[in-house]
Nanobody, 124 residues
Framework: QVQLVESGGGLVQSGGSLRLSCAAS????????MGWFRQAPGKEREFVAA????????HYADSVKGRFTISRDNAKSTLILQMNSLKPEDTAVYYC?????????????????WGQGTQVTVSS
């Protein structure tokens, strides 16, 4: 059974940084592309960042480009999202997700497995 467990969320002031981690188990982590999504209250879940199976290609939403960095450590089966220059509009529950392919994609429907989410709150 595939399990994805996020950690690292919390409360931070505007302009601050947080580092989210996602620990994966139950399948060969290094064989699949991964992604981060977020969902704010009253809004649909949206794409944040994606990374291919070996970590050589990344994609970002325009709203986070230049501030967030996605990376992966295949030896540790861990996905990372480094978030800098945080803004109040980044406040949301952040989810990591795994696809069934090797190419990072931006659509929610392409991801089969999801974590339970971690809350990120940015105060102004």
């Amino acid at each position: 059974q595939v399990q994805l467990v996020e950690s690292g969320g919390g409360l931070v002031q505007s302009g601050g940084s947080l580092r989210l981690s996602c620990a994966a188990s139950g399948r060969t982590f290094s064989s699949y592309a991964m992604g981060w999504f977020r969902q704010a209250p009253g809004k649909e879940r949206e794409f944040v960042a994606a990374i291919n199976w070996i970590g050589s290609i990344t994609h970002y939403a325009d709203s986070v480009k230049g501030r967030f960095t996605i990376s992966r450590d295949n030896a540790k089966s861990t996905l990372i999202l480094q978030m800098n220059s945080l803004k109040p509009e980044d406040t949301a529950v952040y989810y990591c997700a795994s696809t069934v392919g090797r190419i990072g994609v931006t659509t929610t429907a392409a991801y089969r497995y999801w974590g339970q989410g971690t809350q990120v709150t940015v105060s102004s």
